[in-house]
């Protein structure tokens, strides 16, 4: 997956492949490898070549919030459609794809397609690294179309359900 953040004001390419619990990242041409961990929601442990990192993150609107080592970074995607954490280890791709970042089962659906949904509900739960992952919407849409059926497995980058985003209104 390839992708652009803006941090503190300048803007980073960033590159990664997730295979299983690691990956190889390569972020403005340094590449990186590291093994990770989701120890809770909001919160993975990463182990690289120079030791290990807790980070804790929290999703707000169109940005991260990251905080390593009592340092806080603030991620902003610079295209406004590139990804987003989301919830529990999942990412939304292009603002209307619903992927998950590591491979697992789908346990169950919370929305059948033809529902609307707000920002932040709950559209599936996926097991993952044996813990249940619920992954919610980033956006006001409508479930356009599901891809899979409770019990089936998800790899990396595989879209679970297709968003067709919908204008909000100012009386909302």
Do not use: W
């Not at 390839?2 to 295979?19: Q, V, W």
């Amino acid at each position: 997956m390839e992708f652009e953040y803006i941090i503190g004001g300048d803007t980073h390419k960033i590159n990664c492949e997730i295979t299983g619990d690691s990956c190889e990242a390569e972020i403005d041409g340094v590449k990186l490898h590291f093994d990770y961990r989701l120890l809770s929601a909001n919160c993975l442990s990463l182990i690289g070549q120079t030791g290990s990192l807790t980070v804790y993150f929290v999703r707000h609107n169109d940005e991260i919030h990251i905080f390593i080592n009592g340092e806080k970074y603030l991620l902003k995607d610079s295209s406004g459609s590139s990804i987003f954490i989301s919830g529990a280890g999942s990412i939304v791709a292009e603002k209307g794809l619903i992927i998950t970042p590591m491979p697992g089962t789908i346990i169950k659906f919370l929305v059948e397609e033809g529902d609307i949904v707000d920002v932040d509900q709950g559209l599936v739960i996926v097991e993952a690294m044996k813990m249940e992952n619920e992954i919610r919407s980033t956006i006001k849409a409508k479930v356009k179309k599901i891809n899979f059926k409770s019990g089936d497995s998800v790899d990396v980058g595989q879209s679970i359900i297709d968003l067709e985003e919908l204008e909000s209104t100012e009386n909302e």
